[in-house]
Each structure stands twice: as structure tokens, then as C-alpha cells.
């Protein structure tokens, strides 16, 4: 299956599960634009693999945290789409943190709330008006929206109102057809965090006995799953939850 002459947009798409989104999408004939924040030099890496694909790829610079940033950022977009409109949005931009609960500052929370939940509010704000009737939005939530792990608290709180906007964004876009759903990954090794659950041993050995499939996720378990999951013929599924972590505490 490919999906050709469409175009998505991916948050924070230079690394980790947002390159490996950017990368299976336009394996399935997708032009791709998505956004880094500072990692130049690897946002050019995948600009080189999505036209390796043969693709247009396109890297925006944005800093998901600065609001202000916004109107500026959205005059990029729409001077990269020219007369073309959006199909895919994939609110994948993140950062983690890690934390006992009665040890997380403030400081700590608002960023969090500022990367995870007010970017994927006010971005797909600003960019529903650049989509084609019809399309695809995903948001990016976690399965410790799901499940409890301690040092957790605050990014899972995070996720989980994802989670909830995600239900009302789908009843308050869908005539205009634009399906919205949330996909949840588990523990995945990428530089997420700085390595967090990648380098940790200690981590994926406690882990790896409370997943059904017996390992650790990689990358390519998420990207290529988002690639399907946004496709044309998904049309009809709508503020539904997808949890890819290889049955997580089950």
C-alpha cells in the first residue's frame, strides 16, 4: 500500500520515534515536513533518507515550548506547502522527565506541560486550518498513561490528558472527517531522555518480564505502525487509543 502525493506533518522529527515516523512514512510515498529543535545536522540525515524514498523532505526549525513562536512558524509552513494542504499531523514532540513524585519541581511540570500537552493543543489549533478535509491527526501519548511505574508522575500526567484531548479533539473534527487518534508506546530504546530506557540495563531487566512479546521496543515497532495507522483507509477509526508496547503489563 502506498499513499501517494500526500503530506504529513511530524513534531519533532529530527530523532527517536519521530525520524523513524518520518522515514516510514515516506517509505509509503508521503512528502514529510517536520520539526527540530536544535539537531540540524541530523534533521538534514533525514531530510537526505526521505528523499532517498523519493520524497520531498522538509526540516522547520521550532521550539515547541515558545508559543510566541507559533504564528512565524505556521507562515514557514504555508510557504512549504504553496498551494498544497496538509494531510497527516503527528504531534510526536517530547521530553522526558524523571522523578520521584514528591521530588518533581515546578519548574519540571511546566516544562512538561509546556513540550507535551500545550504544543499538541495549540499547534493542531494553528494547523487544522492547513489540512485537507479527510485527514489524519495522531497524537503521541505513552502506556504510562496506562500503567504506573514509579518516577513517572508528572510525563504520565502529561500523557494522559493527551489522551483526553485527543476524544474531544475527534468529536469536534469529525465533520470536517478529520479523524483523530493517540497511539501509546511502551518502553522503546531510543535517545529519548538521554537514553533513558536504551543504556539502562538495570531498567530493561526490571521491564522485560512485564512485557508479553519479551523485549524491549525499538523504533521501527512505532514508525512503521504510524504510517498504517494514518492511512487513507482508516478513515472511519476515531479518537481511539493504540498502544504499541508489546503487551506492557498486561
Known sequence: MTTNNRIALITGGSRGLGRNMAEALAARGVDVIFTFHSAEAQAAEVVKV???????????RLDVRDTAGYPAFVEQLKKTLGDRKLDILVNNAGTGAYAPFMEVTEAQFDEL???HLKSTFFISQRV????????RILNVSSGLARFALPGYAAYATMKGAVETLTRSMARELGPRRISVNVVAP???AT???GGHVRDNKQLQAMLIPTIAMGRIGQPDDIGPAVAVLTAPELGWMTAQRIELSGGQSL
Not at 50 to 60: D, F, Q, V
Not at 128 to 135: I, Y
Open 50 to 60: 526521505i528523499e532517498s524514498h523519493g520524497r520531498t523532505g522538509t526540516a522547520l
Open 191 to 193: 535517545d529519548f531522555g
Open 113 to 115: 506541560v509546556n513540550v
Open 186 to 188: 511502551g518502553a522503546i
Open 128 to 135: 487544522v486550518p492547513l489540512m485537507n478535509d479527510g485527514g
